[in-house]
């Protein structure tokens, strides 16, 4: 089955403890990215890879790293957490880049304490 | 920076009414528009989508127009059912210049039976 794959689907931390979320697709898709949605504010990009080793900034990076090591795999990674990243994050992938269909993970609900 | 406003923020519908979803865009490299649909709980899941090349496509009962002189584009849903209920986000994205998307804040859609 293609589908986009996120791990934790919860995390409860406390600030400062660095934490990997994990975001798998088995489609063969070049573009992957992520995004936080916190209410009121839709979806925020925060970081994006259009193939292996080929990551940039979307329009909220402060405080996140990524890696593309691997096509499939794409990590987001909070190095020390704050309170202000308590949010609910989405992996998304997609065949041909910006201008194509992105298929979104379930989504990973974070809390930093 | 680019942004994308969507409007309203919540629409209250009968049953069998049209729906109408508003947004503008500020970057005029935009060339694809997507709209995508997240239930209660649930990931986005793309419904509907249109390049700057064309005025308007419709899929049975959704359609979605692009002015691209006024930048701003509507997504239409006719005939409205209890099962439409959801949060519907647009978004603009272009691949020439920058490989990012803009997500609208979202539209919470009530459908009253």
């Known amino acids: 089955e293609a589908q986009v794959t996120q791990n934790p689907r919860y995390l409860i931390t406390v600030t400062g403890k660095k934490l990997t979320v994990t975001c798998s697709q088995n489609?063969?898709?070049?573009?992957m990215s992520w995004y936080r949605q916190d209410p009121g504010l839709g979806l925020r990009q925060i970081y994006y890879?259009?193939?292996?080793?080929?990551?940039d900034k979307g329009d909220v990076p402060e405080g996140y790293k990524v890696s593309r090591k691997e096509k499939r795999n794409f990590p987001l990674i909070l190095e020390s957490p704050s309170p202000n990243q308590t949010s609910l994050y989405f992996c998304a992938s997609s065949w041909g880049g910006t201008t194509d269909t992105q298929y979104f993970g379930p989504g990973t609900r974070l809390t930093v304490l | 920076g680019e942004n994308v406003e969507q409007h309203p923020s919540t629409l209250s519908v009968q049953e069998g009414d049209s729906a109408v979803i508003k947004c503008t865009y500020s970057?005029?490299?935009?060339?694809?528009f997507p709209w995508y649909k997240q239930e209660l709980g649930k990931r986005p899941q793309l419904i509907i989508d249109i390049r700057s090349n064309v005025g308007e496509k419709k899929d049975q009962r959704i359609a979605v127009t692009l002015n691209k002189t006024a930048k701003h584009f509507s997504l239409h849903i006719t005939e409205t059912q209890p099962e439409d209920s959801a949060v519907y986000f647009c978004a603009a994205s272009e691949d020439t210049g920058g490989f990012k998307t803009i997500f609208g804040a979202g539209t919470r859609l009530f459908v009253k039976a």
């Open positions: 890879s259009m193939n292996v080793e080929v990551t």
């Open positions: 970057d005029s490299a935009s060339n694809y």
């Open positions: 489609m063969n898709h070049e573009y």
